[in-house]
């Protein structure tokens, strides 16, 4: 058993040792990329075009289609499943001349760049994304521009492709200027976009939404909610808001547009049924409209009917219920002490009295 035990920790052994060497090796290998349907071709090191080598791929032979021309491997139309850790031996005492580490990917086309401000009026930010991978490490590079002037740029330290901006001035009748360029080994691309201050202001939307019944009136709903936490001058620039409203038996949404105000009494609610309520935010002179706030549910107030909860109520309520007539009244037989069995009991003994002073 100890054979069995020592023999499966020396394998285990060997192979983390190979993979952790492979990983080494890896580490010192060139990169090459290559563009998708491409034919690729791999030198192995400076050997001379006679020379003979024998090539692997992630440790074992390549077993795709390809042309080897001395110390040359040709790839036909490479894709994405020919990326791997290759190597190469010199022929005949197999000696490693040369690793390369094969990505295959594409260049970038132009990214899709979007800039907006809901910290008005602090500053704005942009983001961008490419619409088709490229499958190999694209970088970007941004620039912004007020009028003739440049801007800082600030990339965000966890949204890797959004960057910060801030306002070198307020109301200003110049336009901004977003240049964005997608770069890789394969290529690069960029996008520019043009804008005013005004067109980009988006607030983010409300906050705490909620809403109660209003006792003892079936009809309405009391709905608040809060300032986005994100907007940092509500005083200096306030918000008005958009609060829409359905029951649920019904796909169409009332709306109330607000001035200012962060709650509504809703006056026309189905009596009983439940509400999906949600409020939108924008600033009162710029802007657009922010995004729904997170959908709500409420009821307007129905009364709760008696339940019973103990043997004393439920006794008391069968004493005010009045008990049916019954259907005849005939005698029991055999019972001396009730109804009209007890009247002909008393005229026997009466009768039997009388015969017996006779006597």
Known sequence: MANIVTSACCVMLAAVVVVYAQRRSQQGARIQYEKIGSDVTMQCGTLDNDASVTWKVNGTDVKREKVEEGPRLILKGANISDNGFYSCFENPHGDRRDQITLRVGSPPKEPTVTCRSNTYPNGFYCSWHLQHTTNIPTDFEVHVKHGDSVLQVQRDPVHKNRCHVKFPELFSPMKYRVNVTAINALGKSSNAILFEESAIVKPD???????????????????????????????????????????????????????????????????????????????????????????????????????????????????????????????????????????????????????????
């Open 205 to 359: 939307p409300p906050e705490k939404v909620s809403a109660r019944p209003v006792i003892n009136n079936a009809r309405r709903l009391e709905v608040s909610w809060k300032s986005p936490s994100t907007w940092p001058e509500v005083d200096n620039f306030p918000l008005k808001y958009f609060l829409r409203y359905r029951p649920l038996i019904l796909d169409q949404w009332q709306h109330v547009e607000l001035s200012e105000s962060t709650s509504h009494t809703i006056t026309d609610a189905y009596a009983g049924k439940e509400y999906i309520i949600q409020v939108a935010a924008k600033d009162t002179e710029i802007g657009t409209w922010s995004d729904w706030s997170v959908a709500i549910h409420a009821t307007p107030w129905m009364e709760q009917p008696v339940q019973i909860t103990s043997t004393t109520e439920a006794e008391s309520i069968a004493e005010t219920t009045p008990s049916p007539a019954p259907a005849s009244a005939e005698p029991r037989l055999g019972n001396p002490l009730g109804g009209s069995s007890s009247l002909a009991w008393s005229a026997s003994l009466l009768v039997a009295s009388v015969v017996i002073s006779l006597m």
